[in-house]
Every structure is written in C-alpha cells, then in structure tokens.
C-alpha cells in the first residue's frame, strides 16, 4: 500500500482522542489541540500498517501551553 497523507501518532499522552491524523503540508511537524495546549509530533522514518493503510509514524516530543 501507499503512504497516506495522514500519520500515525506515536507516544504523547494515553487520552488523546485520535492516533490517525491529517498531514498538515504548513511544516514538518504536526501540532495537536489538547488539553489547555498542544501535543507536539516529529515526523520518524518508520511506518505503521493501520486499517487505513500504510502511515508515516509522527513521535511525541513535547507539550506546550496556550498562552492566557
């Protein structure tokens, strides 16, 4: 199978909603909503067969809050 334009998030926290997301083309990383803050995902040279195909494995690397 292809690689997908979505990814497979990989570490971060246990609760975040969805572990396939969207490939956002407006940089290398992917930054996800969550919590009062974002998850932050560096793409990895693995890939991960999932029901949805062949996906890019993105890797949890830090948190950041949303400035109040």
């Known amino acids: 199978?292809?690689?997908a334009p979505?990814?497979?998030l990989a570490g971060g926290p246990s609760d975040?909603?969805?572990r396939i997301v969207p490939i956002v083309p407006s940089g290398p990383d992917i930054?996800?909503?969550h919590r009062g803050g974002y998850?932050?995902?560096r793409p990895t040279v693995r890939t991960k067969e999932?029901?949805?195909g062949t996906l890019p494995i993105y890797e949890w690397f830090e948190r950041t809050k949303v400035a109040e």
């Open 31 to 33: 930054k996800i909503p």
């Open 6 to 8: 979505n990814a497979f």
């Open 16 to 18: 975040l909603p969805e």
């Open 39 to 41: 998850e932050h995902f």
């Open 50 to 52: 999932t029901a949805v």
């Open 1 to 3: 199978m292809a690689i």
